[in-house]
T-cell receptor
């Protein structure tokens, strides 16, 4: 069975400082992992995905994530936060290959202070 | 391409009423899914389909029915709405391990 845990429900950073959103996963086989962002009252946008290629994955808007199998982690980072990054972020693991069965973490709300 | 579309955007129902949430995609994707989003719980899978004529249950299927008569459409039916079904519903299609989400339907059951 697959599961995903986002270690922080709320993260607050100042504009221009680094962002770290933590995610641990559990999977019985080599997983596909994703990060999605949801701005208030909006739909979900894919930030990046890992599908067993390079372990460091670059996404949109300057975000990246590193797949660490030994730590079962897939943390999301960004060197410098922007006010427009304030949103909810979801770490997601694919339940089975390419069937659309995604398992979502509970979400992390990112607050960016001026 | 319009991508994944959902109608309606908002809906208010009374307990016991039935309704259908519509979902359509024009990308010819085989795989489609329905999720519900509740505060503090992320998204949870209701039902999914791996192709026309094939559906299966997800994590929280009770109270919902689906069918898939065409590749394009994947409607979600609430048979007898309950206040516990107040949520935001997202439809998605999948291609090459990437999901494409619709804009969502916000449903309130009184």
């Amino acid at each position: 069975a697959q599961s995903v845990t986002q270690l922080d429900s709320h993260v607050s950073v100042s504009e221009g400082t680094p962002v770290l959103l933590r995610c641990n996963y559990s999977s019985s086989y080599s997983p596909s992992l994703f990060w999605y962002v949801q701005h208030p009252n909006k739909g979900l946008q894919l930030l990046l995905k890992y599908t067993s290629a390079a372990t460091l994955v670059k996404g949109i808007n300057g975000f990246e994530a590193e797949f660490k199998k030994s730590e079962t982690s897939f943390h999301l980072t960004k060197p410098s936060a922007h006010m427009s990054d304030a949103a909810e972020y979801f770490c997601v693991v694919s339940g089975s290959s390419n069937t659309g069965k995604l398992i979502f973490g509970q979400g992390t709300t990112l607050q960016v202070k001026p | 391409n319009a991508g994944v579309t959902q109608t309606p955007k908002f809906q208010v129902l009374k307990t016991g009423q039935s309704m259908t949430l519509q979902c359509a995609q024009d990308m010819n994707h085989e795989y489609m899914s329905w999720y519900r989003q509740d505060p503090g719980m992320g998204l949870r899978l209701i039902h999914y389909s791996v192709g026309a004529g094939i559906t299966d249950q997800g994590e929280v299927p009770n109270g919902y029915n689906v069918s898939r008569s065409t590749t394009e459409d994947f409607p979600l039916r609430l048979l007898s709405a309950a206040p516990s079904q107040t949520s935001v519903y997202f439809c998605a299609s999948t291609y090459q391990n990437t999901q494409y989400f619709g804009p969502g339907t916000r449903l309130t059951v009184l």
